[in-house]
């Protein structure tokens, strides 16, 4: 009996999964339904961007010392899935490149790091294999992005349960399948 149950739970993990296969969400960082200082919303900044974007401005300070910002995002998943996080981002240098994100209740984790300044461009998490990626069920979610270093700026958000797709440049906004 066991082994039916296991055998039918992994079919049902490998059903859910290709439900929602090729399921793309995109949305603006603009769209956040709270933006808290030191984040803050920029109309007129760097051009390149999709429009407004967020930032957390050079200087502003970062943990421990400034515990504040964050941008709160909710969106609804159309099947259950796992997706892989794509975030288009400008970094201001190596001490301004991450944001410390957080998936509904879920545990924080480090988003960014990368090594590419001063120009817009895609972010994925998670980078390696080792980390699993998002799996989130069908409806409502949010994602939190937290303050961690100054001098960075969000611009659009992108969750895919297509594991081979990769943004190249502004993505259209709302669900593509």
Same mark, same amino acid.
């Given at each position: ?16 999964? @290709? ?22 919303? @920029? ?124 943004? @190249?440049?502004?993505? @259209? ?5």
């Amino acid at each position: 009996m066991k082994k039916r149950i296991v055998i039918l739970g992994a079919f049902l993990s490998a059903f859910l999964t @290709v439900r929602a296969a090729g399921a793309k969400i995109c949305f603006e960082a603009e769209t956040a339904e709270l933006i808290e200082a030191p984040m803050v919303l @920029v109309t007129n900044g760097i051009e390149g961007a999709s429009g407004a974007y967020l930032e957390i401005p050079e200087g502003a300070g970062n943990p421990p010392k400034v515990t504040d910002g964050k941008a709160v995002f909710a969106f609804e998943v159309p099947s259950d899935g796992i997706f892989t996080l794509w975030c288009r981002v400008w970094w201001e240098g190596e001490c301004s490149n991450s944001f410390t994100v957080q998936s509904d209740d879920g545990a924080a984790f480090l988003f960014g790091e990368d090594a590419t300044y001063k120009v817009w461009h895609w972010v994925k998490y998670p980078v390696a294999r080792t980390t699993a990626p998002l799996r989130l069920s069908k409806g409502r979610h949010t994602l939190t992005f937290r303050n961690r270093e100054d001098g960075v700026r969000l611009d659009q958000i992108l969750l895919s349960a297509d594991r081979r797709f990769v943004p @190249v440049d502004i993505e @259209v906004p709302g669900l593509r399948k």
